[in-house]
């Protein structure tokens, strides 16, 4: 692409947030002397979906309201404004296209069915001639760099990761560039209240294992905090099955759902880390972590939307059942296990759950309840700050044995509690009459 002197290029966001180690923006930045960019809360993402539950509840609209406002504050030091919009992209992006001459588009390649079917929205609703600039940009090991094409992506992730760490490189992170020109242009849109969004503002509760604000600003913070001021990472493999605090794990994940972080920035620290201090078992488990949320993603790449399917990736016909008095218990706290009770009540309450407390509750949804998988994983899409759709389908389709895990295991959940709350620490937390 030649470099663009007097047209504007447009940067549409999506769940790429950040302004460092940011390929896209940093594209745009190097082809147009003058560049603007895009955010849109998109309406269908706070309906009710047809399983009943909002597709995005206040938690994660408020990490997100969050998040944008420090990504208009870190653009605006690079001479790039951002448009904030609470419209459907296909309604937005024409008239920007036409009111600023814009010829490029750039974005972050999606493949999953409800962000194609937006982007193919969109150019169908722009009627000049644009060039469309996507990139991969989701991913610690790039899809260019890992030695097996989409359609070959191993079914064991052990497959997947020994290969890849043996023949793959991660790509350097970048500081990002400046816009040469600042466009004069009058940006007046606003960016949305909770209110706005459909719901009442809400302080963060007190014994929240996730207290932390949205934005790039506040994942490098965490990074620096959790990685060379406390050194927390050195103890990482040991302390990440933790359930109660805010140290038992990095808590990386609701910045890299939306990329505000990315998985290089933390995997390139990783490395500075174990130069500067120490290498050990714990700071290879967080590169470690960072490859299973790449192979869920590979693996909805290979698969497309056989992951949304109730038979799953590997095609397995199971009965499963939609019992609604059965899901409002698990939802609510009221089942036979206080274990999955006061996961499931953190959940309503704080819209976080550790990953030892996902498995548990996952696991007794679909094998001791036999509920329909899906159901639990559109209420996990909805609640969750960290919510990422591949990880998130790829998670529930493991735990239910229609995914990734040749053993079909189901999890002992009173064996799980006694192991991970022998003393009923977090249960008691909890399922605390005081705190409903």
Known sequence: MQKQQNSIGLVWFRNDLRVQDNFILNQALEYHKKVIALYCFDPRHYETS?????????FRAKFLIESITDLRKNLKALNVELFVFQNKPEDVISALVKTYNISTIFLQKEWTSEEQTVFNNVKA??????????????????????????????????????????????????ESASASTHPEISNTTHIPSLEDLG??????HPNSAFPFKGGETSALERLEDYFFKTKKLGAYKNTRNGLVGTDFSSKFSPWLANG????RTIYWNVKAFEKEHFKNQSTYWLVFELIWRDYFKYISLKHGNTIFKIWGILNKDYEWKSDATMVQKWINGKTHS?????????????????N????????FFAKDLLLDWRIGASYFESLLIDYDVHSNYGNWMYVAGIGND????????????ERYDPKG??????LQPTLF
């Open 425 to 430: 620490t977090f249960r008691n937390i909890w």
């Open 406 to 417: 040749p053993r079909n295991r189901k999890f002992n959940v009173e064996m799980q509690a």
């Open 125 to 174: 609703s722009v009627k000049q001639v644009v060039n469309y600039c996507e990139y991969y940009d989701q991913f610690l090991y790039h899809p260019d760099d890992i030695p097996f094409a989409n359609s070959s992506i191993p079914s064991i992730f052990t497959n997947f990761r020994k290969q890849v760490e043996k023949l793959s490189k991660v790509k350097p992170s970048f």
């Open 338 to 354: 206080a274990f999955v009770n006061a996961n499931m009540i953190e959940l309503q309450k704080t819209g976080w759950m550790s």
């Open 199 to 204: 719901f009442e503002d809400f302080e963060t």
């Open 356 to 363: 030892r407390g996902r498995q548990n509750v996952a696991s």
């Open 50 to 58: 047809v399983v009943g539950f909002k597709k995005t509840e206040k």
């Open 260 to 263: 505000s972080i990315s998985a």
